[in-house]
């Protein structure tokens, strides 16, 4: 499965929300936002934004009516990439073949950036002018009932080994929160069909529990070249993974079985290239590593 054709244009979109959004690397307080920049454009695959631009295709909406959402969910993203490499939570070194931020400058720094780039998207948002209800959809995701939560229960589970429900209710709020809000907060900018927009809230609740899956599975049969962050370290740190609970070949097996509940509710949306975007981006994810 290759990318969508649009693929390339809609990371040089988002990235030029983005560079607009943040402050220069020179702007004072000159180390922070050289450190916002740096965790920003390190090399991410935008799948999020990606998203999101095939949502809002698929709805009739243009890049640049969602440009501002793609930007902000990508923020949201990278700060939580920043805290989640810090020593009181992964301890990680590298982050896409590169120092994490509290390698390249320190741990309170580190803290401030991803503080700062959280805050931006939601600046970013306001500004652009879009309907409170993207905000608190955005807000929904990232936080104590999604994303943050997620993370959460991620800790818990170092100590506290759960079941495969358990195990698939962090992988909602941890990862796929914001996935889901990726596909789903388009759909706020307008008047859209109750079951369109119901279809794309389930594509996104599929497609990111899935994205954890292999996310395990790439833990374990990944390289350190290959993922561009340590491999087995989720195994190291004890943490629980689907592969961990129920074995490899099941974890594919789940994986695939989400790719399909995926496509189904794809069945729902007018049938199309745009659709077809989007169903292609979320077999990328799901076939990444096998």
């Given amino acids: 499965m290759t990318p969508p054709d649009r693929s390339t244009a809609w990371i040089d979109r988002v990235n030029r929300e983005l560079d607009a959004w943040l402050p220069t690397a020179d ?7 050289a450190a916002m920049r ?15 631009f095939a949502a809002g295709r698929v709805l009739g909406l243009d890049d640049d009516e969602v440009a501002p959402i793609a930007a902000a969910i990508e923020l949201v993203h990278c700060y939580s990439l920043v805290h989640d490499d810090l020593p009181a939570m992964d301890d990680d070194d590298l982050r896409r073949g590169q120092p994490t931020v509290h390698k390249a400058w320190d741990e309170a720094t580190a803290i401030l950036a991803g503080d700062a780039l959280l805050t931006l998207a ?15 959809g955005l807000a929904d995701a990232a936080g104590s009932a999604g994303m943050v939560g997620g993370q959460s229960l991620d800790l818990a589970f170092e100590h506290q080994a759960p079941d495969t429900e ?29 079951a369109h927009h119901e279809a794309l809230a389930a594509f996104g609740d599929a497609i990111g529990v899935a994205f954890q899956v292999v996310d395990d599975l790439l833990d374990v049969e990944g390289t350190t070249e290959t993922l561009g962050k340590p491999a087995g370290s989720d195994i190291e740190q004890g943490k629980a993974t689907w592969p961990g609970l129920n074995g490899v070949e099941a974890a594919r097996a789940r994986a ?15 049938p199309g290239p745009s659709r077809d975007d989007l169903a292609a ?3 990328l994810i799901v076939r990444r590593s096998f």
């Fill in 166 to 194: 358990l195990l698939e209710a962090m992988f909602r709020g941890k990862t796929g929160a914001l996935i889901r809000a990726a596909v789903e907060l388009p759909a706020r900018l307008g008047p859209a069909d109750p």
């Fill in 27 to 33: 702007a004072r307080p000159a180390p922070l936002h």
């Fill in 256 to 270: 695939d079985a989400l790719l399909q509940q995926a496509r189904e509710a794809l069945d729902a949306l007018p």
């Fill in 122 to 136: 939601f600046g970013g948002l306001a500004h652009a002018g879009l309907p409170p209800t993207v905000m608190a």
């Fill in 38 to 52: 740096y965790a920003v454009f390190n090399g991410g695959k935008r799948i999020r934004p990606q998203l999101c």
């Fill in 281 to 283: 981006l979320g077999a």
